[in-house]
């Protein structure tokens, strides 16, 4: 509910949001800028008598005096030409500084943009309504950030997801209370001046008038002395001439009048709770007298600027590409297999779409929908597959949100079987978590299954490519899954430097040094706008595209960052296109690739220690932070491998980082030599310090096959447990990372 609303209000008064709130963010200036520029006085010991007496023997037709929120006097007084005038006034003296000088026409065009857009008073009620938006926008944003969090205590967790996602959080983070104070005051403001809000100002009952005689000193009045200036608002002077006319003090506390013959107070009366409140609100939303505050909520407001874009773009992406415009898309009652897609963000269609593709040409009449369409009674339905990702708290995605109920309304087993494939990242807390509870859901009901649960981590085209082989071979058919997916601009990296490892165990493995190749011809805006050889580093991946084929192999960079060369740890692979084709490079050959974001697996920042767990060419990037790691950060890598005198991936390396301090400590385990061991036991092995380390706030970082970052999963529950954690608080917090093929 959260996110659906919150997408379409946003998108429907983004435009007048952003108004709104950037005139309101340059607006906040002002109170600042007046504080700077205003003559601001101290009067602590003065009285509003002192004041009064001084202006008066200065001023013979001084008509009102003023204490701005700034803590300036000004005073309106008639001049010799009968003019009215507005200047400052000395607080001890009476003596007049200067005139008071408007704000000028930028002042005043922001004002009326922010108040009306040059509307009038239909301006303002749209302003009023881009107020109300906003509170909308406000607190259902509020709902997604602790939803995705995981909880109110998580809110403030490292975010996770794409840039533009992480800078829409932390943007909201930003914005989010002085957002809600905005708009919330500016809907009381607007309520106020089309008096569907009702402020009563202090007033007097019976109008009260001086006592005949002399008219005295306004500095020798007993009820004018009582009142502090610092207490002041406004003081109207008694009409010149007229010496039954008293004078009318505004102060913090209410309204007093005063006898302008005896002194005597004649009358108080207290501020009113509406008008108390009035004020608060007014100062909160301008800044009057609150100018850093003010600027606070006008950074907020100014946060929105971007908000609104970034958030836009988070909407485009999560827009299905063409997923629902299935070719051949049978209907439902005459397919032989249904596919149900359940997508937040539009991606997983993409699979389905590759899915439905391959079964088609394999023969079959394929039907695939959103799963909200399900339904129990296919008529000719022999298998139904559900391709399911995962939102938020471990939610259901939007087109799936009515599954789990309608599973369970089932009554009697239906006579198709099933599988389920999830779709999801490992750097979530809750991995996947609705395609467990669609598969926990379907095994009460459905017992006949066609495959396992299988999860695929972070839309990898290989593990769907590896589930459709085992598909294929569960249906009877060949299947083969090429999932193309769009593919930024490669370019060319030439081959300088290789290392061969595990060649005398059978288990060959390449650490391969590539430069990225000038790109000729480029044209000189090109080469403004985006550097040739952009900076790589050891959180990224380098994709490489293997001969004949769209489907990109990543590979972690193991090398320090450089706009120059990259270094890469490869495994030959039985049959394996792309790992054989790279480890029959020779120096001076060159290959396609193009480098990707891989910001989920990146250190955590800060000088915390940080424990890296690695086996085989899982090192690779392990080895990249370790060589980045100038500024000399506590760093223990526990890696494991088979023999040491011959996979003993960067050996030299290591020593060298270990002597000038980049890795602090090295422990190693080797599975066919010497005392066997997997990288799993040493962490056992040294259980209490690594739990001293986790209890003052260390991270860890995890790289390797599967198999290997479960047991160490398991390794390091059993340490956090006595301290109240799990890995799942580290993962939300940003302390876990894992990058797991």
């Known amino acids: ?136 926008l406000a607190l259902s944003g509020a709902g997604l950030l602790v939803s995705r969090a995981g909880g109110w205590r998580r809110v403030l967790d490292r975010p996770k997801g794409s840039r533009s996602a992480r ?172 596919i149900l897609v359940g997508s937040e963000g539009g991606t997983t269609w993409g699979f389905a779409q590759t899915l439905h593709a391959a079964l088609t040409t394999a023969g079959h009449k394929v039907h695939t929908a959103p799963a909200n369409s399900f339904r129990p009674d296919y008529k000719q339905a022999r298998h139904v597959f559900f391709l399911a990702a995962t939102y938020g708290n471990g939610n259901a995605p939007a087109s799936a949100s009515k599954l789990l109920a309608r599973i369970g309304d089932m009554t009697t087993p239906p006579t198709w079987s099933w599988a389920v494939l999830g779709f999801g990242d490992r750097a979530f807390a809750h991995y996947c978590q609705f395609a467990k509870d669609l598969e926990e859901a379907l095994t009460r009901v459905a017992p006949r299954t066609v495959l396992p649960l299988a999860l695929i981590n972070r839309q990898s085209p290989q593990a769907f490519a590896s589930w459709g082989a085992d598909l294929g071979a569960a249906l009877g058919i060949p299947l083969t899954l090429d999932h193309r997916i769009e593919l930024p601009q490669t370019r060319e990296y030439e081959l300088i430097d290789k290392r061969l490892y595990g060649v005398e165990i059978q288990e060959p493995t390449a650490v391969l040094r590539f430069r990225a190749v000038a790109t000729p011809n480029r044209s000189l805006w090109s080469r403004i706008v985006r550097s040739d050889r952009p900076v790589v580093g050891p959180s990224d991946l380098l994709g490489i595209l293997p001969p004949e084929s769209a489907v990109p192999r990543y590979y972690s960079v193991a090398s320090a960052p450089s706009s120059d060369e990259v270094e890469i740890c490869v495994k030959r692979q039985i049959g394996g296109i792309c790992s054989g084709m790279l ?50 950060r506590n760093m223990h890598l526990f890696w494991g491998g088979r023999v040491p005198t011959s996979d003993f991936l960067y050996e030299d390396d290591l020593k060298t980082c270990q002597a000038d301090r980049r890795l602090t400590s090295l422990t190693t385990a080797f599975s066919r030599s010497g005392p066997r061991a997997y990288v799993q036991d040493r962490l056992r092995e040294q259980a209490g310090d690594l739990a001293q380390m986790l209890r003052r706030g260390a991270s860890i970082m995890v790289c390797g096959g599967d198999a290997m970052a479960q047991a160490v999963m398991a390794e390091f529950d059993a340490m956090l447990v006595p301290m109240g954690l799990s890995i799942a608080t580290l993962k939300a917090r940003g302390q876990y990372a894992e990058d797991v093929f």
Request: proline share 7%; hydrophobic share 50%; net charge negative.
């Open 1 to 136: 509910m959260w996110r659906r609303f919150h997408s379409v209000a946003g998108l429907a008064a983004m435009a007048l949001v952003i108004v709104l709130a950037l005139s309101g963010a340059a607006l906040s200036v002002w109170p600042m800028l007046n504080r700077i520029n205003d003559p601001v006085q101290a009067t602590a010991g003065l009285t509003v008598a002192e004041l009064a007496g001084a202006v008066t023997a200065q001023v013979p037709e001084a008509d009102k005096l003023h204490r701005t929120p700034t803590g300036a006097i000004t005073l309106d007084y008639t001049d010799a030409d009968m003019l009215p005038q507005t200047a400052y006034v000395d607080a001890a003296s009476g003596a007049i500084l200067g005139p008071v000088t408007p704000p000028g026409p930028v002042y005043a065009f922001l004002k009326t943009l922010h108040r009306s857009l040059f509307l009038g008073d239909a301006g303002r009620i749209v302003a009023g309504v881009g107020a109300a938006a906003m509170v909308l």
């Open 167 to 338: 800078l829409h959080v932390y943007l909201a983070r930003l914005a989010l209370v002085g957002l809600i104070v905005s708009s919330l005051t500016g809907l009381w403001i607007v309520g106020v001046e089309f008096e569907w809000i009702t402020v009563t100002p202090p007033q007097t009952e019976l109008y009260p008038t001086s006592t005949a005689g002399t008219v005295a000193n306004p500095a020798d009045l007993a009820g004018l002395q009582a009142i502090p200036l610092s207490d002041l608002r406004d003081l109207t002077f008694p009409f010149a001439g007229d010496a039954t006319d008293v004078f009318t003090a505004h102060t913090n506390a209410g309204l007093t009048l005063v006898d302008q013959v005896s002194g005597a107070v004649l009358e108080t009366v207290p501020n009113t709770a509406s008008q108390t409140a009035y004020e608060w609100i007014y100062a909160l939303h301008t800044g009057q007298g609150l100018p850093l505050i003010g600027l606070i909520l006008g950074l907020g407001a100014l946060a929105v600027a971007l908000i609104g874009p970034t958030g836009l773009v988070i909407w485009w992406r999560g827009q299905p590409k063409g997923g629902r415009k299935i070719a051949h898309n049978r209907p439902a009652q005459t397919a032989d297999i249904v």
């Open 583 to 632: 480890h029959d490079l020779a120096v001076g050959d060159r290959v396609q690739g193009f480098v990707k974001p891989n910001p989920d697996f990146a250190p955590a920042p800060g000088r915390k220690p940080i424990i890296l767990v690695g086996a085989g060419t899982g090192i690779a990037p392990l080895m990249g932070m370790i060589r980045a790691n100038t500024a000399q």
